[in-house]
């Protein structure tokens, strides 16, 4: 599995380091130095590339997403703060017969804290004696807040069928990998529901099964999907 990684950060040599393991190699590196107005996104780079990987920032995802789409490469779309666009791109990604598997976190962890709220918080709905709140911190340089992790936990207390106001907020400091919150609290007793990364490790390791998965489809998946198959 040949992977073009479209950023080239932190998490991109992450996934590098770790592509072996899932069958891959990445064999193209792209980040604002070498790919200044997609300077390097062309057929001649791509040739022989079976996937790529994007992890870059809100305003560029969805152009690079487009381009990827134009060469005919499945992507893998880990940037954050662009999913107001999804309708856009999963209509262009549908038109053009390409593949994508997009998540706000790719990490098998966070997808069953999804899971788990979900579920608590459909059975919070009969008690209103309960307030709830939504928290998270990330590391400095993070650029949205709140992450796009945390309006997934929310909305999947809204698919859980919550429907009261839950507050939220956010945390930028440090170099924190990540840390996400729900709880529930009443005068009686306080719960709480709460996923913390250690690493980089766990977001890497799920772009690259769903790198894996997606080689040789067409469509627009959300990453859970992939994991408990649906």
Not at 49 to 65: G, L, Q, S
Not at 70 to 77: D, R
């Amino acid at each position: 599995m040949k992977i073009a990684m479209v950023g080239y950060g932190k998490m991109g040599r992450t996934i590098e380091g770790l592509a072996a393991e899932y069958g891959g190699e990445v064999v193209l590196r792209l980040d604002e130095f070498n790919n200044a107005g997609q300077a390097m996104m062309t057929a001649e780079h791509f040739a022989g590339i079976d996937v790529a990987i994007e992890f870059t920032t809100p305003h560029t995802a969805v152009p690079n997403i487009l381009k990827l789409l134009e060469l005919g490469v499945p992507t893998v779309v880990g940037s954050t703060g662009w999913l107001d666009e999804l309708p856009a791109v999963r209509e262009a990604v549908n038109k053009a017969n390409g593949g994508l598997v997009w998540s706000p976190n790719f990490s098998i962890g966070v997808n069953l804290f999804f899971a788990a709220v979900k579920r608590l918080a459909g059975q919070m709905e009969d008690f209103p004696e309960y307030g709830a709140w939504a928290w998270e911190i990330h590391h400095a340089a993070k650029k949205d807040a709140p992450s796009g992790t945390l309006k997934m936990a929310v909305q999947s207390m809204r698919g859980g069928g919550y429907t009261r106001e839950v507050s939220e907020s956010s945390n930028r400091a440090g170099a924190v990998p990540g840390t996400h919150e729900i709880g529930f609290d009443s005068a009686a007793d306080t719960l709480t529901l709460r996923h913390t990364a250690r690493s980089r490790d766990g977001f890497a390791r799920g772009a690259l099964k769903a790198a894996q998965w997606i080689v040789g489809k067409t469509g627009v998946y959300e990453f859970d999907e992939i994991l408990f198959k649906k």
